[in-house]
């Protein structure tokens, strides 16, 4: 294929996918459920966490997830008392256990308490053309109350050469503008065009075939060279892609 034939086809597979349909077979779904701003963005973040695996796993344990927070996130995580923790005990999926759960649960609630919440963050760090700066940011900051260190693992630093493939994920779910139903666009200070790729097997695979990435490895290094990829594309919107790349992959299996 020509760029412009590659370009269209992209737009055409983005299209396909991007639209409500997407909603029930993934775990953007779990956020949907809210309308409080606060709400969406923290179940968006605790969802996207656990976003890895089989994806009816991460939506049934999500589902959990909400449970336990009494279905009502941004509430539970400002005014809990230490012993609403004690049912977090209980949480798993995968290596995030209820240890990592409580230990997330208090470090938001610092973020809501002391930085201006998750936007504030972002939108204090963001950077001219990337985000991947702040989300080193967010996890120096959640991370200032204290901590098991096996939790650090649950939030990637791209600055150590992580992808951040679930953070980024989140990020797309918060900027990205709800013209078609499926991302929330609430955070409206944040350019689409800062966004970078949540880079998985299925991203990654697909980018390779179609000739956008030609590291092996999924990480900061190969997710820069497949965001200025993108960015030719759409240089204004190029996570919408994402909708392309991860469709090819998971369903149509390209």
Not at 51 to 56: P, T
């Amino acid at each position: 294929m020509t760029k412009k034939e590659l370009k269209e086809f992209l737009d055409q597979k983005a299209a396909l996918y991007n639209n409500t349909d997407f909603i029930s077979t993934d775990p953007i779904q779990i956020p949907h459920q809210f309308s409080l701003k606060e709400d969406i963005e923290i179940a968006s973040f605790l969802t996207a966490s656990i976003a890895w695996g089989n994806r009816k796993s991460i939506i049934t344990n999500a589902k959990k997830l909400m449970l336990l927070l009494d279905e009502s996130p941004h509430d539970f995580i400002m005014n809990h008392e230490d012993s609403d923790l004690d049912k977090m005990q209980s949480f798993v999926h995968r290596t995030f256990n209820g240890l990592d759960l409580i230990t997330f649960i208090k470090g938001l609630k610092h973020i809501y308490s002391n930085h201006a919440g998750l936007e504030g963050i972002f939108n204090k760090y963001q950077e001219k053309d990337s985000l991947q700066f702040a989300i080193h940011k967010l996890k120096e900051h959640i991370f200032e109350i204290e901590h098991l260190p096996r939790t650090q693992k649950h939030v990637s630093d791209p600055l150590k050469n992580s992808a951040a493939k679930r953070i980024n994920m989140f990020l797309r779910w918060m900027v990205r503008p709800n013209n078609t139903g499926v991302d929330f666009g609430l955070w409206q200070h944040i350019s689409t065009s800062k966004l970078s790729m949540p880079l998985d097997v299925h991203t990654g695979n697909i980018g390779r075939k179609l000739g956008l990435l030609t590291r092996k490895q999924n990480d900061a290094k190969a997710l820069k060279e497949l965001d200025q990829a993108l960015r030719k594309f759409d240089p204004q919107d190029p996570v919408k892609y994402d909708f392309a790349l991860f469709g090819l992959g998971a369903f149509e299996k390209f």
